[in-house]
């Protein structure tokens, strides 16, 4: 009888190490290009900031996890003008400020033509 239970709580601990490694590999891109406007685009380093942040909803309090999420939110009209700008600039003011690396604030310095 503690054969079985030990072979089921094996099991059952395989199987959740197993579900949490697929869904950590899920990380989505790489790198990424955001919509900025007339300024130009955006080069997103998503897995670096993924390994920087660790806490993904940082950044997905304001959208979903998925491809064209930011777009999709502003053509609903669900996502005001220069949020998802405003809150990556902070976050990066907020790093320098304590003496952290931190991305860049200026609007020349992400926003690529």
């Not at 989505?28 to 130009?40: P, S, Y």
């Not at 909803?57 to 005001?80: P, T």
Request: contains cysteine.
């Amino acid at each position: 009888m503690k054969i079985k239970s030990i072979v089921g709580v094996l099991i059952v601990g395989m199987l959740f190490a197993v579900s949490v490694a697929a869904v950590g590999d899920n990380r989505g891109a790489e790198e990424m290009v955001l919509q900025g406007g007339k300024l130009g685009s955006v080069p997103f380093p998503h897995h670096k900031h993924q390994d920087r942040l660790e806490d993904c909803n940082l950044c997905h309090n304001l959208f979903l996890q998925s491809a064209g999420s930011i777009e999709d939110l502003k053509v609903q009209g669900k996502l005001e003008k220069k949020r998802v700008m405003n809150e990556c600039r902070g976050c990066h003011k907020g790093k320098a400020g304590k003496g952290e690396k931190a991305g860049p604030t200026k609007c020349k310095a992400c926003h690529q033509k």
